[in-house]
Every structure is written in C-alpha cells, then in structure tokens.
C-alpha cells in the first residue's frame, strides 16, 4: 500500500508541496485513500504539463497551407462518384461476420446541461422521454438482429459516474441487451491545475480534485481495461465510436463502415463523419488537410479568413464540421495506446474549480474561472493514422446533440430534428405528415431504432399508418 511519507520527496521535486500540508491530521483511512491518488500521479510529466499548459500555454499549432479535407460526399451528383451499394455490402459483410463493435464515450461531466447523473441517464425521447442510453441501446439490438451477429458495446465511464452508470443498466435490465455483451470500462483522471500558480488543486483535505482526461482518454482506457483485449478475444475488427449525447447516431453505419474498411484512400485506421457547417462561425471542429494529413481544426482555432472562404459556388470552402461519429479500427487502438512517441497532446480549459486552500484551511468557492483542466480530443488521433477518410451524412439524420439546457443543442433543439427525421422517414414510406408554417411538422413523432434503423429500413415494414393526426403525439 503506498505511504506518504513514501511518495513525498517526488511531491516536493515536482514543487507541489503544499499538497503535504496538514496530511499529518487525516485519518489513517484518509491518508491511505490520499496516497493512493498521490500515487497514481505522472510526477515525471506532470512539471512539463504545467509549464506548457498552465505557465505558457501554447496555442496548438496549427500546420501550413491548411486546405479543406476532401471527403465522400452524400450526393451522387457531386464529385467524385463512389459507389455506395459496395460500400454498403463491405459494412453489411462485417457486420454480419460480427466483426463491428459500438463504442460510446460518456465519461464527460456534462456541466453545460447541468443534469445531475450520467449525461446517459438524460430523457431524451421526444414522445417517450426514453433515456439516451435506451435509444443507443435500441439501436444496437436492431443491428444485431438485423445482421444476424452479435454486436458488442463498450462504454466508458469516468471514475465520477461510473457505478451510476452501471446501476442505472442493471436497473433497466440492460435494455433487453445481453449483459455479457455491454461492457463497462472508466477512463482515467487528472490532476485540476491552479490557473494562478498551476499547483494541483484539492478538493478538500486529502482529496486532489480531478477531472476526466478527455474523450481521447479513450485509446489508452481501451486498451488498459482490457477491453482491446476482449474485442479480440470476440474478433472484432472495427469500433464504431460515438457520443452519448447524440441520439440521432447511427449506431453502426454500413455505408460509412464498408467505407472505412475498404475504401482505397482509407488504412482503415481512423475514418470520421462530417456535415456541411451551418454557418461559417458555427463551433464545431473543421476536417481539413495540413502537412499532407486529414486533421480536425478547432472552430477557435481556424483563421476567419479560412472559416470564411467561399467557392465558386458561393458554398463555404471549409464546411466539413465534425459530428464526432468514427470508425475505428481494433489495431490502430492498440498501435496508439503502446506507442508512447503517439500519446495524444492535452488541451486545456479554464473553469470553475471549488477546491480547498490547505495554506488558508478553508474551502474556496470561485466566482471566476480559477482552475485549468487538461483534456485529450481524440480527433488528434486522426493525423497519426495511415491516411484517414471523411464521409458527409446529413445534419438532420445524424446531429441532434443535447448539449446545453436550453437554447442551442438542448432538448428542445434535438426533439424537434427527431420529428423532423421521424417525419422524413415516414414521408419517404408514402406516410401523410402533416406539416404547418414553414414545413413545421404539426406532430411528434418517435421512431424506435428497434422498428426502422433509417429511412430503408422504415420502408420495409408494413403495419405503418397512412397517415398522422395533427397534433398527434406518435411512437413507432
Ligand atoms: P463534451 O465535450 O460535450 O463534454 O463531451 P461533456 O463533459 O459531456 O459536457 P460539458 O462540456 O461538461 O458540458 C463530448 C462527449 O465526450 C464524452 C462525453 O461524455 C460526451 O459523450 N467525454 C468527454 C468523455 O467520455 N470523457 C471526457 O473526459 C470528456
């Protein structure tokens, strides 16, 4: 078991010392508790972190002669021409040989929406206020069923929500999937920084505050959970990886897996979707191409001359916004997680941080942003990957993010785009909707991923009504 008096001199030749300030007063319990999270700190990395991050933070640069990254587009109109059946059949292929795992990542803090508990457990259903983590759920069964394979979902958690995560599947009996194919796994933390002084903060005696490590926090948390391990062991190729605050995530795409797999400028490593940009000042990462490599440009991070550059046609130049839906492949996971050279870089934000001051003894609730936490994005895998591809799907079929509790990306804005899409789907099965002003859908409508998976699918089923009330609240 790790002491303090142990880990100490490592403490001290970090310049942290305060963190030793009246350790002398835990309770041997709480010292314990508190020299194992001593103990599972970077000391080595952790000075250079700061200095980086915290004492001179470095914009990340941004490579030369940034151009759009080319991606396949949804339109067979556009260019180039690919063919899409094929690609379809490659996906369905692994699918069917049960090849394809999904993966979520929900270890995030979800402090935009402000909802107390996993950010999965959140109601989003239109009609039926189901939780994001049923709709996910209903939509892994259905692929399941449908490609006739068992598709396995890996989900990581953050030390903060883990156990509530897992209690609120056991409660819901896992969705009606089998629980040996729904894993579990947290993502590890890291030390929030003093904004001031960039010394680790406390949360309270004994207890170092900590936050998330970042989505990207996924490649090394795969990897040492043992989930890589258990992918392999099912033989699984590919992970489809999404957010778990987008309910409107195709949760394993054919058409973008075929792509990934076997596209002849993929390494099958690391694809990614894309949707055309709102606006050009829209904050969401741009894909474009630098130094020869597909990357993610931060919206904060792309020149306003770039974000706004027109062609021809009048269409933003770079108007590839990333949706952060990905296909992933098992080797590149690996290859990643066992190449230190490869670690992903940290971002840092800057936020509110309550911590307690040990030279003061008391606790300190900021009014300002006081504290950096460092993060890592796994975009920043995309440049590492052999060559990496993009495919455009559509805002409304695949973006609805409930990120906010009001306004922008809240559930207000996501149910609507779920009407929309339900109200789409069912037009293109011959269903009368009916829509008001402005084409507004003068309904609510809920599609289960268990009756139609997308608009195809919807097609084939024959039990549909021929048309919905106004005003009519509907589940299919
Ligand atoms: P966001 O960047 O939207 O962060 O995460 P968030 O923590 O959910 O919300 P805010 O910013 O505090 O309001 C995008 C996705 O990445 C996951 C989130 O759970 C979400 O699915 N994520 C984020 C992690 O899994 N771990 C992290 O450390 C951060």
């Given at each position: 078991?790790?002491?303090?008096?142990?880990i100490a001199p490592r403490v001290r030749a970090a310049g942290q010392e305060?963190l030793l300030?009246?350790?002398?007063?835990?309770?041997?319990?709480?010292?314990?508790?508190?020299?194992?999270?001593?103990?599972?700190?970077?000391w080595?990395?952790?000075?250079?972190?700061?200095?980086?991050?915290?004492?001179?933070?470095?914009?990340?640069?941004?490579?030369?002669?940034?151009?759009?990254?080319?991606?396949?587009?949804?339109?067979?109109?556009?260019?180039?021409?690919?063919?899409?059946?094929?690609?379809?059949?490659?996906?369905?292929?692994?699918?069917?040989?049960?090849?394809?795992?999904?993966?979520?990542?929900?270890?995030?803090?979800?402090?935009?929406?402000?909802?107390?508990?996993?950010?999965?457990?959140?109601?989003?259903?239109?009609?039926?206020?189901?939780?994001?983590?049923?709709?996910?759920?209903?939509?892994?069964?259905?692929?399941?069923?449908?490609?006739?394979?068992?598709?396995?979902?890996?989900?990581?958690?953050?030390?903060?929500?883990?156990?509530?995560?897992?209690?609120?599947?056991?409660?819901?009996?896992?969705?009606?999937?089998?629980?040996?194919?729904?894993?579990?796994?947290?993502?590890?933390?890291?030390?929030?920084?003093?904004?001031?002084?960039?010394?680790?903060?406390?949360?309270?005696?004994?207890?170092?505050?900590?936050?998330?490590?970042?989505?990207?926090?996924?490649?090394?948390?795969?990897?040492?959970?043992?989930?890589?391990?258990?992918?392999?062991?099912?033989?699984?190729?590919?992970?489809?990886?999404?957010?778990?605050?987008?309910?409107?995530?195709?949760?394993?795409?054919?058409?973008?897996?075929?792509?990934?797999?076997?596209?002849?400028?993929?390494?099958?490593?690391?694809?990614?979707?894309?949707?055309?940009?709102?606006?050009?000042?829209?904050?969401?990462?741009?894909?474009?191409?630098?130094?020869?490599?597909?990357?993610?440009?931060?919206?904060?991070?792309?020149?306003?001359?770039?974000?706004?550059?027109?062609?021809?046609?009048?269409?933003?130049?770079?108007?590839?916004?990333?949706?952060?839906?990905?296909?992933?492949?098992?080797?590149?996971?690996?290859?990643?997680?066992?190449?230190?050279?490869?670690?992903?870089?940290?971002?840092?934000?800057?936020?509110?941080?309550?911590?307690?001051?040990?030279?003061?003894?008391?606790?300190?609730?900021?009014?300002?942003?006081?504290?950096?936490?460092?993060?890592?994005?796994?975009?920043?895998?995309?440049?590492?990957?052999?060559?990496?591809?993009?495919?455009?799907?559509?805002?409304?079929?695949?973006?609805?993010?409930?990120?906010?509790?009001?306004?922008?990306?809240?559930?207000?804005?996501?149910?609507?785009?779920?009407?929309?899409?339900?109200?789409?789907?069912?037009?293109?099965?011959?269903?009368?909707?009916?829509?008001?002003?402005?084409?507004?859908?003068?309904?609510?409508?809920?599609?289960?991923?268990?009756?139609?998976?997308?608009?195809?699918?919807?097609?084939?089923?024959?039990?549909?009504?021929?048309?919905?009330?106004?005003?009519?609240?509907?589940?299919?």
């Amino acid at each position: 078991m790790p002491q303090i008096d142990a880990i100490a001199p490592r403490v001290r030749a970090a310049g942290q010392e305060h963190l030793l300030l009246g350790v002398e007063s835990l309770d041997p319990a709480a010292r314990a508790a508190f020299a194992r999270q001593l103990e599972a700190i970077d000391w080595d990395a952790l000075p250079g972190w700061i200095k980086r991050y915290v004492r001179a933070p470095e914009t990340p640069p941004t490579p030369d002669a940034l151009e759009p990254a080319p991606y396949y587009p949804q339109s067979s109109e556009r260019k180039p021409a690919w063919d899409r059946d094929r690609y379809r059949g490659v996906g369905e292929e692994l699918l069917r040989a049960g090849k394809v795992a999904c993966f979520t990542v929900a270890g995030g803090q979800g402090s935009r929406l402000g909802y107390d508990g996993p950010k999965g457990c959140y109601p989003a259903g239109c009609v039926t206020g189901k939780p994001l983590f049923e709709v996910f759920a209903d939509g892994v069964r259905a692929t399941a069923a449908r490609y006739g394979a068992p598709v396995p979902w890996y989900i990581m958690t953050s030390p903060l929500n883990h156990e509530a995560t897992v209690g609120f599947f056991a409660t819901h009996e896992h969705f009606g999937l089998d629980p040996n194919d729904v894993k579990f796994f947290p993502q590890g933390t890291i030390p929030s920084l003093d904004k001031a002084t960039g010394r680790v903060l406390l949360s309270e005696p004994g207890e170092v505050a900590t936050n998330p490590d970042g989505h990207g926090g996924a490649i090394r948390a795969l990897y040492e959970s043992g989930a890589v391990k258990d992918m392999r062991a099912r033989g699984i190729e590919h992970v489809s990886y999404f957010q778990v605050d987008n309910p409107h995530t195709r949760v394993a795409d054919p058409v973008f897996l075929g792509l990934h797999a076997a596209a002849p400028d993929s390494s099958g490593e690391f694809s990614s979707k894309m949707v055309a940009k709102a606006a050009w000042d829209e904050k969401v990462g741009v894909f474009c191409k630098g130094d020869g490599r597909v990357c993610v440009i931060e919206y904060s991070d792309l020149p306003e001359s770039l974000a706004k550059e027109t062609d021809a046609g009048g269409s933003l130049r770079f108007n590839a916004g990333s949706v952060a839906i990905h296909a992933i492949g098992v080797g590149f996971i690996e290859k990643l997680a066992t190449d230190a050279a490869s670690g992903l870089p940290f971002h840092r934000a800057v936020k509110k941080v309550p911590c307690y001051d040990p030279e003061l003894g008391e606790q300190v609730d900021p009014t300002e942003p006081n504290g950096v936490k460092l993060e890592r994005f796994i975009f920043d895998a995309i440049p590492l990957a052999g060559s990496s591809i993009v495919y455009e799907t559509d805002r409304v079929e695949e973006f609805a993010p409930i990120k906010n509790a009001s306004g922008a990306d809240s559930v207000e804005t996501s149910k609507d785009l779920q009407t929309e899409r339900a109200a789409r789907w069912l037009e293109a099965a011959g269903v009368s909707v009916p829509r008001g002003a402005g084409g507004r859908v003068d309904a609510v409508i809920e599609i289960s991923g268990l009756t139609a998976l997308d608009a195809a699918h919807l097609r084939e089923r024959s039990n549909l009504p021929s048309a919905i009330e106004p005003g009519a609240k509907v589940v299919l």
